[in-house]
């Protein structure tokens, strides 16, 4: 393949595959905005309210490994199309659900939405694989640019459908989100990215214990691990602490809004930060960003602490997530790529299935000044892993 064949190639893989991050991150927008009030209006007890998102990342978090690999064996376009499949079927079981009034069949129809979600993650991963080095950075913020579609069509979508079908509060809201997965199909059809050379003969590299031992493995995987984490627990918090606090529904959309541009809005950019300023700079600057996040939500209750203190989580998000992606795209190679980021994933979403479970329990049983303090002790930790890897290296280097 000529360069100029490959350079058009991977440019209109990421067009592609920004449109597929938008319509898949609209979905999840939509699906946070109303999940929690959804199983608060079915569950039977008040702890159970965020069941089905706890259900949904823990079958994201099992479906990693799994989707990772099934890519590694049909490619990217069959495997995308198969997540997006089985996205479509669950978000009309979980219309059903909120039809019929059952809460039970809303968490088991979550299963399926976190199936779907564990592929959909892989888009970013997808966006590096036809991409040259030096454009990889930019290819990955690229395609994760294409969730800030996300900040307007998700909270839209919420507001205009959740009463759609009514009496059953948010059943619109779930067809709404089949819509989007049915939109997805289409558009992945476009995408070609071939298997790596060495993978399509059947050979698979180093075996994940050798990767795994790599300094920069453990710092790439705590900052995206940290980022998630962190952000998810307070995000899903959020719709619940703002009700709490006296404030509609449409007010807790409006703070997510926010809240997801700035998790995508930095995205235009944040392959330029990385590559001017290297990786775990920009790691740092994201860790810095969820401590202000933290500290203003423990500052006050009133409605522009949950606005910019959102905000901030979103872009400390944004330069965590993307930074660790890049990172660890960097201690891999090509045929090694399935396994690693399955590895990754898994840890990464472990963490996000571990804090939807806590979420709901630590802010109903300890409240929201309570969750935010938490969450400040897991970035600390990975400021103290960027800062040992960083002076190792400056060692060696001057070595």
Not at 196 to 202: D, I
Request: charge should be positive; hydrophobic fraction near 55%; charged fraction near 10%.
């Amino acid at each position: 393949m000529s360069r100029e064949t490959s350079r058009d190639s991977s440019v209109r893989n990421v067009i592609v595959l920004c449109v597929c991050q938008a319509l898949s991150m609209s979905g999840a927008v939509l699906v946070f905005a109303v999940v929690a009030l959804a199983g608060k209006t079915l569950a039977p007890t008040p702890e159970l309210v965020t069941v089905p998102l706890a259900i949904q990342f823990f079958s994201m978090m099992v479906a990693t490994v799994p989707a990772s690999l099934i890519m590694g064996r049909i490619g990217r376009r069959l495997g995308f199309t198969l997540g997006q499949a089985i996205g479509l079927l669950a978000a009309l079981v979980s219309a059903l659900a909120m039809i019929w009034g059952n809460f039970w069949l809303l968490a088991l129809s979550a299963i399926g939405i976190g199936i779907h979600s564990a592929f959909y993650q892989y888009l970013r991963f997808a966006a590096a694989e036809t991409a040259s080095p030096a454009f990889r950075p930019r290819a990955i913020s690229y395609v994760m640019a294409g969730g800030v579609a996300s900040a307007f069509i998700g909270p839209e979508l919420a507001n205009q459908t959740a009463e759609i079908l009514a009496p059953a509060l948010f059943a619109g809201s779930y067809l709404a989100l089949g819509g989007l997965c049915l939109l997805n199909i289409l558009a992945l059809q476009f995408v070609r990215i071939p298997l790596p050379v060495k993978l399509a003969r059947g050979e698979t590299g180093r075996g994940l214990v050798a990767i795994a031992r790599q300094p920069r493995f453990v710092v790439a995987v705590l900052a995206a691990l940290t980022g998630y984490g962190v952000m998810n627990l307070v995000m899903v918090a959020t719709p619940l602490a703002m009700v709490g606090c006296g404030f509609t529904f449409g007010d807790s959309t409006d703070v997510l809004r926010w809240h997801v541009l700035g998790m995508f809005v930095p995205s235009f950019f944040t392959g330029h930060l990385i590559r001017r300023f290297g990786v775990m700079r920009i790691i740092t600057a994201g860790a810095l960003l969820l401590i202000a996040s933290m500290a203003i939500n423990l500052a006050g209750i009133a409605y522009w602490n949950f606005m910019v203190a959102l905000t901030c989580l979103g872009i400390g998000w944004n330069f965590t997530f993307i930074g660790g992606t890049t990172l660890l795209t960097e201690t891999h190679r090509p045929e090694e790529g399935a396994k690693t980021q399955a590895l990754n994933d898994l840890l990464v979403f472990t963490t996000t299935a571990i804090t939807s479970f806590a979420s709901g329990f630590v802010q109903l049983a300890l409240g929201w000044q309570t969750v935010n303090a938490l969450s400040i002790f897991p970035v600390l930790i990975t400021l103290a892993a960027v800062l040992a890897v960083t002076r190792s290296e400056a060692r060696r280097r001057a070595a």
